[in-house]
């Protein structure tokens, strides 16, 4: 509210002879816009700065000798504006630049992909000629050149506003494109060899020659949502539609937890475009790469449409009706459960209300707490972490970070793992006064663009770092300063600990950025072994008598243990302990140990996998039922400031959500044996309520805040660093924003755009492999090896080496069966046969 | 007025028409051939080496008041060029179930690629039959075509082929004529049937 009653300074002009007070240092653009005064205008954007570029938007001021841009021209007191509405020059002046706009921009309306919702287009209509006075042969570019696999630019469309490359220097800050030559044949352009006269293929297409920058961005498709022409276009939608053919529907991403609010626009039951929305709160007007064109797994081919059941004679997965696969679920469940239990792995990429029905379905239909949506490294120490400070909370927002006055980041590298935190995090170190701290091995990319300092820590040893280190105390001392930690210091014995202290001790607010755009919901929706919906210890009596008084059951129904967490389930499973496995959208590669659990989905008695696509789950289950993607279904996300982002179906489909499926297969279950009204009440059936997202959302908002004591914050003393020997280092390794992500597959334009691939060592490291820039080196461990070149990097500590998580050729996990933190073995070359051999075999 | 006289004016009308020209049309034998610019069947016409002139624009789509046609672009490479420049018509479906023959299809479309025949023969008998694809509604291969796909074949850029189409009209020159246009019936309204276009 301060903000709103702070005053000030005014001005007071005239804008069409209409008399309008105006904040001081205000565009006259701006202020006319808001009196509903429509000055036609290009290059100027109200996120970037102005430039005054495409001379579209002059004005007629009074004393000023010539029309005036009013994107560049700030408010003055007695200012008197004319614009095209009441002043001759004015509209002479825009009709004059109009002409000059169109003398080079070719008749491509009906072939391009901008014709119909082009501003160029609109406003020649509006404010220009109905004929051309140009009758000479038009300016000639090769068209278009691929400026990246997903990005096209066609130049001879440009109008040269600058849009594109000031959003790539100014918001993302990746200056990949810009302007070049001059005069009349000044264009925008990648930097490419055969440009400026180097060897390049001379074809035209960037990223060919040697020296060729393509422009791989992460955030490079917002330039072609603000491109005001048809110069800069996707491959993805390219001539897929016009805009009357489509149905717009505002969504959420489902990618990451940053929550963006986005457009999808669907053309016969398909949807063929994603743009960023418009919320100033959240994102924006920006969106990733991945969340705007990362939505092809939905028509995939490999799309589940029917339910599977495996076959008792073959041993085979066969489709069957969905009463037949609901029965056979029901009965295998209820089976299961009266022989060693049932685990359940939600996943992170559930809705709110998918999640809370997992969540009531494992303490009602299975009654276990073993259920834990955590689908990576993970630790017991993180679900105490996040039961104490994570759920129910959302103190820090996208605003309080950009106007934080410094923030300390541990366990996350923002650009790759939240591309829109990234953005604010930027946008608060240039405009504001942000100043960033890394807790990180070495200062990335996406530190380096925020002007990041940087603390070098070799991984394991961030514990140490948040608890004792000065700079990282001193950083937190100022007030409103913010602590954002990452999921992946999970692994890091007593860092969340750390972290807890240090934010309790500095009095900075700290916040949990999870990767995955269902994880923060999961928690509040009860997934986690230690938490029953809405936070509520499951260890506190009081907390669970207020869940059965909601689910209308007797207390005492709910299994009053904490259960297992994903690695114990997993090893339970592994080991024939469990009877049986639920299983949402997981990919058992993300899991600390792919190995094992793929063993413990081939040990578990009965496996019911919900998913949508085939899989290395749907691959092992006896039951497979099919879900709606979050295109086919409503839900809601909560992002990591644990704000939430409900969004609508965009596609009206059969396809049910989990919540629909797991209702049904509940109500065919038997109460639990255990359960006190199973004697009174023997009839067949659980009833669940969660197969209307409307239901959920009634059951969820009714749910009295919970009463029961906050659990406190735990306190695990950090470990210990291991020691590496001679060619060995400890493993640093993050997710790239685009890598082999399953709801990346078969993407193949958007995955040509993701960072390469490489092993990044130190400079001693290299020095002592005898290895330099592009050298292959070889990562081993006693399972297999990958293999990736080097890229020596600056700050990285001495004994540590970075590979990426799931990118192609380096599958950590799978590959060399560790996690960050571990030692691995060194080598430069490929590996050898041994290693080599026992990579195929892992 | 007697009875008798009354019955010889009634049939007097009835002879009389026996003497003047008969207006019935004895279909299908020799069926009528209507006015030049009589709104018939859509053509998909070709430039002169067999490219498709359609461009895949949409724009027919987007003037067509009865949603009756519906156009998928598909982008052209340099191994499977189906029309001159980037751009060519992946799908192209008219349903005859909803075209109302206005033509503002025809006036909307930028490379005169879309126009109308005069072949009225278009009932069918069931739904599925009366949407018509590209296979349906492009013109047939003149003597000289190449059937798509093919390099361009009469200038290096698609520019060659807009411009040059002023003088080169394609292929809708007797593709826009219904097959009975060259039989030798004519018939009331025939006499400018061989005028046409």
Redesign the interface.
Same mark, same amino acid.
């Given at each position: 509210m301060t903000d709103v009653a702070k005053k000030v300074d005014t001005v007071t002009l005239t804008i069409d002879g209409i008399e309008v007070t105006a904040e001081k240092g205000e565009l006259v653009i701006r202020v006319a816009e808001r009196m509903g005064i429509a000055i036609p205008r290009f290059c100027d954007h109200p996120l970037l700065a102005p430039a005054g570029a495409c001379r579209q938007c002059l004005v007629d001021i009074e004393g000023q000798r010539k029309p005036v841009a009013s994107c560049t021209q700030t408010v003055a007191e007695g200012m008197v504006v004319k614009t095209q509405l009441t002043s001759e020059v004015a509209a002479k002046a825009q009709g004059g630049v109009m002409e000059l706009l169109l003398a080079n921009h070719p008749l491509d309306c009906p072939t391009c992909d901008k014709g119909g919702e082009c501003p160029l287009q609109n406003q020649a209509m509006t404010n220009g000629r109905a004929d051309s006075r140009f009758k000479e042969h038009k300016r000639e570019y090769e068209k278009p050149i691929h400026i990246s696999s997903q990005v096209l630019l066609d130049r001879e469309r440009c109008i040269l506003c600058q849009r594109c490359t000031r959003f790539s220097e100014e918001i993302a800050g990746d200056k990949f494109i810009d302007l070049m030559d001059r005069s009349s044949g000044e264009q925008i352009n990648v930097y490419r060899d055969d440009f400026f006269g180097g060897r390049g293929t001379g074809d035209g297409q960037a990223g060919e020659g040697e020296g060729d920058v393509p422009f791989n961005s992460y955030f490079s498709g917002n330039t072609i949502q603000i491109c005001p022409v048809g110069a800069l276009t996707g491959e993805q939608y390219r001539f897929r539609a016009r805009p009357f053919d489509l149905v717009s529907t505002p969504t959420t991403c489902e990618h990451c937890a940053s929550g963006c609010s986005m457009r999808a626009d669907h053309r016969r039951g398909k949807v063929l475009r994603r743009l960023a929305g418009d919320d100033p709160a959240v994102n924006e007007e920006w969106n990733c790469d991945k969340g705007r064109w990362g939505f092809q797994y939905q028509t995939s081919s490999e799309r589940i449409l029917n339910p599977l059941v495996r076959d008792a004679d073959s041993g085979e997965l066969r489709e069957a009706s969905w009463s037949e696969a609901l029965l056979a679920a029901a009965e295998g469940l209820t089976a299961a459960r009266g022989n060693g239990g049932v685990g359940v792995l939600a996943g992170g990429r559930l809705t709110v209300e998918d999640a809370y029905a997992y969540a009531k379905f494992a303490r009602l239909a299975l009654g276990t707490n073993d259920i834990d949506f955590r689908a990576r490294p993970l630790s017991a120490e993180e679900a105490d972490f996040l039961a104490a400070t994570v759920a129910g909370v959302s103190d820090v927002t996208y605003t309080d970070v950009e106007n934080a006055p410094s923030a300390v980041i541990a366990g996350l590298e923002p650009e790759e793992e939240s591309g829109i935190l990234f953005l604010r995090l930027r946008k608060g170190h240039l405009r504001k006064k942000l100043q960033v701290t890394a807790v990180a091995p070495y200062l990335t990319r996406g530190f380096d663009k925020m002007g990041a300092a940087l603390i070098p820590t070799v991984p394991g040893d961030e514990a140490r770092v948040l608890a004792e280190d000065p700079a990282v105390a001193a950083a937190l001392s100022a007030p409103g300063a913010l602590l954002l930690v990452g999921e992946r210091l999970a692994t890091v014995p007593g860092a969340l600990s750390a972290a807890a202290a240090l934010a309790a001790r500095t009095g900075a607010r700290l916040a949990w950025v999870p990767r995955r755009a269902g994880d923060r919901g999961a928690i509040d929706a009860g997934c986690l072994p230690n938490l029953l919906p809405g936070g509520r210890p499951v260890g506190d009596p009081a907390a669970r008598a207020e869940i059965s008084l909601a689910w209308d059951t007797d207390a005492g129904a709910l299994p009053s243990r904490p259960g297992r967490d994903t690695n114990q389930i997993v090893a339970a499973a592994a080991a024939g302990q469990l009877g049986g496995l639920l299983v949402a959208g997981v990919d058992p590669a993300d899991l600390a140990d792919p190995r094992l659990a793929e063993q413990a989905l081939d040990a578990a008695g009965f496996v019911v996998s919900l998913e949508l696509r085939h899989s290395a789950v749907t691959r092992r289950a006896n039951v497979v039922l099919p879900v709606a993607p979050a295109a086919e279904k409503s839900g809601t996300y909560l992002n990591w400031e644990g704000r939430l982002r409900s969004f609508d179906t965009v596609l009206k489909t059969t396809a049910m959500t989990d919540g629909r499926v797991l209702e049904a297969v509940a109500a065919l279950m038997d109460v639990p044996s255990n359960h006190p009204t199973a004697a009174q009440n023997p009839t067949k059936g659980i009833l669940l309520g969660t197969g209307d997202v409307m239901a959920i959302r009634r059951e969820l908002g009714t749910m009295p805040p919970s009463r029961a004591d906050r659990p406190v914050a735990p306190a695990v003393a950090p470990a210990a660093l291991p020691a590496t020997g001679e060619h060995e280092a400890v493993l640093a390794t993050w997710h790239h924003a685009i890598d082999q992500s399953t709801l990346l597959e078969g993407d193949d334009v958007l995955a040509g755009t993701a960072r390469p691939p490489v092993a990044r060592i130190g400079s001693e490291l290299a020095a002592a492999l005898g290895v330099i820039d592009g050298d292959a080196v070889t990562v081993g461990t006693d399972r297999g090896a990958i293999t990736l070149p080097a890229e020596v990097t600056r700050d990285l500590p001495a004994r540590v080496v970075w590979l990426p998580t799931n990118s192609p050729g380096s599958t950590v996990g799978r590959s060399l069966g560790v996690t960050a933190g571990a030692v691995v073995r060194l080598s430069a070359g490929k590996a050898g046969p041994l290693l080599a051999s026992s990579e195929v075999t892992a | 007025m007697g009875t008798f006289t009354g019955s010889f004016k009634g049939f007097g009308v009835t002879f009389a028409h026996m003497f003047r020209k008969v207006i019935t049309t004895d279909y299908p034998f020799t069926p009528p051939t209507p006015a030049p610019r009589y709104h018939g069947r859509h053509i998909l016409n070709r430039h002169p080496d067999g490219l498709e002139k359609c461009?895949?624009? $949409?724009?027919c @789509?987007?003037a067509c008041p009865a949603d009756a046609i519906y156009v $998928? %672009? @598909?982008?052209n490479t340099d191994e499977q060029r189906f029309s001159p %420049? $980037?751009?060519y018509a %992946?799908i192209y479906q008219i349903n005859y179930a909803r075209c109302i023959f206005c033509g503002l299809c025809i006036e909307a479309c930028?490379?005169r690629s879309l126009t109308m025949s005069n072949e009225y023969e278009l009932a069918r008998d069931n739904r599925q039959d009366l949407i018509f694809t590209k296979k349906e509604l492009l013109a047939p291969l003149l003597p000289g075509m190449e059937q798509p796909p093919h390099p361009m074949r009469l200038g290096d850029t698609d520019k060659d082929y807009y411009v040059g189409a002023l003088e080169n009209p394609g292929t809708s020159v007797g593709a826009e004529r219904a097959p009975w246009a060259t039989n030798e019936a004519e018939d009331a309204t025939g006499q400018a049937s061989k005028e046409a276009v």
């Open positions: - | 461009i895949g624009c $949409e724009l @789509a987007w $998928e %672009g @598909a982008n %420049g $980037e751009r %992946g930028p490379t």
